[in-house]
């Protein structure tokens, strides 16, 4: 799969986020700006993934339910704007549901099981004998997600690449069933920045390890958070010279502060010696503070009208009940499935 850059000529874009806790500045890096100005030159559709919030949260349901206006009002908050892009809810298009099941007969257990990404989830979250099949099988939901929207291309993260993979080898059977191109395969787009690490600098990012600053963090929040980060075990003294690979300050300072060639006098300095982890610590801060003010207060006021929200969501999932159908009756022709329609 090759990793085109979006060209003029607009194309479909299709991303989403599992809607189960609000989003961080690891989302905000590698994925929103860009979404930003995608939207200025793509038909860009986005994703609320409740359903597949559900697969590893199905007993705490909560979980899921509770964050979908969390995350739709990250979106507005850094600039995701409902006009230019259309942010729908999974669960309320039954189109997904549908084209999950169709697909499920064209997808062998053993090459689910593969997935690598879904292999390295199953085992950090301990499932054994009682994984869900619907966890195993989200592959095959977001295959579905993507194709009904005949989606060319999809900014996600790495991790993702293998969903993209599943979903083409589902789209190539399904044409090869069809015996013409009934279903579009797509690319993914990956973003420049490298996938930021988690404060501790040791594990995945993850809410219940508190090692992430959510975008609607406080200032104390992110203080706290910046005062955590790992830097250079070995840089004991301000004096001594200090490791720039592996240190998550400036690593954070690569992914948001403006002034490259400041940054990179820091790092010979901090390289060199006589530059302590307090005084970086204190440039990220204020570069931090500086950067999720704006997003926090916006967000707090978008989460004071619920019913805008609500009504945001609800246009949006309209339109793509509308986008999305066309596909639903392709694939159920393909299996025959039209014949007997019943209005
Ligand atoms: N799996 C994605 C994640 O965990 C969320 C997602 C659901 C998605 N459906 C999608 C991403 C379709 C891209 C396209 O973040």
Redesign the pocket.
């Given at each position: 799969m090759t990793n085109k850059q979006p060209t003029e000529q607009p194309e479909i874009i299709?991303?989403?986020?599992?809607a189960t806790g609000s989003l961080h500045l690891g989302h905000y890096a590698g994925s929103l700006k860009q979404r930003v100005n995608l939207q200025e030159i793509h038909e860009q559709t986005i994703?609320v993934?409740d359903m597949?919030g559900l697969t590893d949260n199905a007993n705490n349901p909560s979980k899921v339910s509770s964050n979908i206006l969390n995350v739709v009002a990250d979106y507005l908050a850094v600039g995701i704007d409902p006009i230019k892009t259309t942010i729908c809810l999974?669960s309320q298009l039954p189109v997904l549901a549908e084209l999950t099941m169709y697909y499920s007969n064209l997808v062998s257990i053993s090459r689910l099981e593969r997935n690598p990404t879904v292999k390295s989830e199953i085992q950090s979250k301990g499932f054994q004998r009682s994984l869900p099949a619907g966890f195993l099988t989200y592959p095959i939901s977001?295959a579905a997600?993507?194709t009904a929207f005949n989606a060319t291309l999809?900014p996600?993260g790495d991790d993702?690449l293998p969903?993209l993979e599943q979903t083409n080898e589902i789209v190539r059977k399904i044409n090869t069933l069809a015996g013409k191109s009934v279903l579009y395969e797509c690319r993914p787009l990956l973003s420049h920045a490298s996938r930021l690490p988690s404060t501790d600098g040791k594990n995945k990012m993850s809410k219940t390890l508190g090692n992430t600053i959510n975008l609607s963090a406080s200032e104390k929040e992110i203080r706290a958070a910046v005062k955590s980060m790992y830097t250079d075990p070995s840089h004991l003294q301000i004096e001594d010279p200090g490791n720039i690979e592996g240190n998550v300050v400036f690593t954070y300072l690569d992914a948001f502060y403006p002034d490259a060639s400041y940054l990179a006098d820091l790092k010979k300095h901090y390289q060199r010696g006589g530059l302590g982890d307090g005084a970086i610590k204190k440039i990220l801060e204020e570069c931090l503070q500086e950067m999720l003010r704006p997003i926090r207060e916006k967000r707090e006021e978008y989460l004071r009208d619920k019913a805008q929200l609500i009504e945001i969501l609800s246009q949006g999932t309209k339109a793509s009940r509308v986008k999305t159908e066309k596909v639903l009756f392709d694939v159920k022709d393909i299996f025959g499935l039209n014949i007997f329609k019943i209005e």
């Open positions: 299709l991303t989403g986020d599992r994703l993934a597949q999974q977001q997600d993507i999809v996600v993702q969903m």
